[in-house]
């Protein structure tokens, strides 16, 4: 071993929150043959989506350990883009139907 | 900024602000790579859903057999690359080259089989007559924007297996430090990250009944 410091049992630590995305995985799967609605099933995908992505951001890369000013520069700038792009889909319907909102 | 929240650099006496965030710039760096690569994610996947929402024959092909079952294993293969990854950073950290390698070469041996397995779900596709502007069930959009958000993660997570080998080869003969290898470990995080949002919104909301 050529190291300087001996390393954790990292995998060990993060071991709980491989579980967890595993468990979310799978029951987006089991949900998904639910027979929800598109709507519904479309909400709870993404929440769930959403909560995997942030054990991901938090945990694996370790994001909860920064400074908090980090994180609030890059979450909400994400977010706030995000949204932003909505603006768009308003427009890409009205455009789709070829008339505007006031017809 | 008063003088006390600069830092002394360098022989020359020059005066550096201290890091902002207090990570190193190649950190900082990645991070902003990774949220601008969030947004591009985001707009694909937003005009994926627009598309999807403004085409009455969408099609919904994916059968558990073999199509779910084979995402159930390709996801099972990148958080289990992760966390081989969160391994080689570790290592890496503790200067421990043999074992950051072995963790860094698992991470890619789960990489290359994660791509394999993907683009043997192409090849599936494509033998049933999917293409970028056509298939047999519907909406031509729909090969075009499948190819086009699963073919950008692909080309990430291959992006990510090159990158992990040079950076593993660079940190074994001492060339590169553990800080090259965190800021791949966070990039190949954000390919497992984003694969969490494309399963649900790609295939699990296509399901053939």
């Not at chain 1, 060990?12 to 468990?23: N, R």
């Not at chain 1, 945990?59 to 949204?83: C, D």
């Not at chain 2, 040079?166 to 074994?172: A, K, Y």
Request: proline share 4%; charged share 10%.
């Amino acid at each position: 071993m050529s190291g300087s410091k001996k390393s954790g049992n990292v995998i060990v630590k993060y071991l709980p929150v491989y579980f967890v995305l595993l468990a979310i995985a799978g029951l987006e799967i089991v949900l998904a043959y639910q027979g929800f609605s598109p709507g519904v099933l479309i909400a709870i995908l993404l929440a769930l989506a959403f909560s995997g992505g942030a054990l991901a951001v938090m945990y694996f890369m370790h994001l909860n350990e920064e400074r908090r000013s980090l994180f609030l520069t890059l979450i909400p700038a994400v977010i706030f883009v995000l949204i932003m792009m909505n603006m768009l889909w308003s427009d890409s319907f009205r455009l789709l139907h070829m008339k505007p909102f006031a017809h | 900024m008063s003088e006390s929240e600069v830092t002394l650099h360098g022989a020359g006496g020059a005066l550096i602000e201290g890091s902002p965030y207090g990570i190193p710039s190649r950190k900082l760096t990645m991070w902003l790579f990774i949220i601008s690569d969030a947004i591009t994610f985001g707009a694909l996947l937003f005009g994926y859903g627009y598309l999807r929402t403004a085409s009455s024959d969408w099609p919904a092909p994916f059968r558990f057999n073999p199509s779910i079952l084979n995402v159930m294993f390709m996801t099972f293969i990148l958080l289990t690359s992760s966390l081989t990854m969160l391994g080689g950073v570790d290592a890496a950290k503790a200067g421990d080259k043999a074992k950051a390698r072995r963790f860094l070469w698992s991470t890619m041996l789960l990489g290359v089989i994660f791509a394999g397995l993907h683009i043997r779900e192409w090849i599936g596709l494509i033998d049933e007559g999917v293409s970028l502007f056509q298939n047999p069930w519907g909406s031509p959009l729909f090969g075009a924007t499948f190819f086009s958000i699963t073919g950008l993660h692909l080309l990430h997570v291959t992006g990510g297996v090159v990158a992990i080998a040079v950076v593993s080869r660079g940190f074994s003969r001492g060339k590169l430090t553990a800080g090259h290898v965190e800021a791949t470990g966070l990039y190949w995080h954000f390919v497992d990250l984003v694969w969490m949002f494309v399963v649900p919104l790609v295939y699990l909301l296509n399901l053939a009944r």
